[in-house]
């Protein structure tokens, strides 16, 4: 949880006050964008009072930038479990998408969020899919070392199964929940474990 420059919290009152700022910075811009989201909503929403705002927040673009690190942030700790605990790359992957529509699922105002970031904070914007994408390269060529797939993996295939999961999530996740979020990874892992498979 980043609050601005000089104003991370101290203490556990602290650090509670921060999360729910953000949470309720979430719903704010997630039911109003950015534009026509206001602090004093923020506020309202966290069930705080506005100084207590301004202790951690300079201005409703820095809590906006906060926000979109937090929730990039989320989706990672969300999801990393699940791949850590698959028995190998084609099951990680598999495992992460299921986890990912999971959540978009209980978070459907992440994708408004992160759209608005392009033009309220393009910085946040780029670095959100960046790190995501170099997660997915990094975890693509720990495989590729070990032999589970193919060894030419590159940052071309990591950019195309984030770019896939991004709009299976908008499909499955925010438009409609019509499908079982286990068949939707079942039917993309059956395509990366033939997309993917060992050199022969």
Known sequence: MAASEGKAPRTARGRRTLRA?????????GEKGFHDGSISGITRRAGVALGSFYTYFDSKDAVFRALVRDMSEQVREYVAPAIRA????IAAERAGLEQFIGFVR???EIYRIIDEAEFVDPASFRLHYATTADR????LKAA???GEIRSDVSEVHAWAIMGMNVFLGL???VWSE?????????????MLARGLAADS
């Open 86 to 89: 698959a028995p190998e790359q």
């Open 106 to 108: 209980r978070h459907k």
């Open 178 to 190: 019509d499908a079982p979020t286990d068949e939707i990874a079942d039917t993309i892992a059956q």
């Open 21 to 29: 700022i953000l949470d309720a910075a979430a719903a704010e811009f």
């Open 171 to 173: 499909r499955y996740g």
């Open 144 to 146: 590729a070392a070990r």
């Open 136 to 139: 997915i390269e990094t975890r």
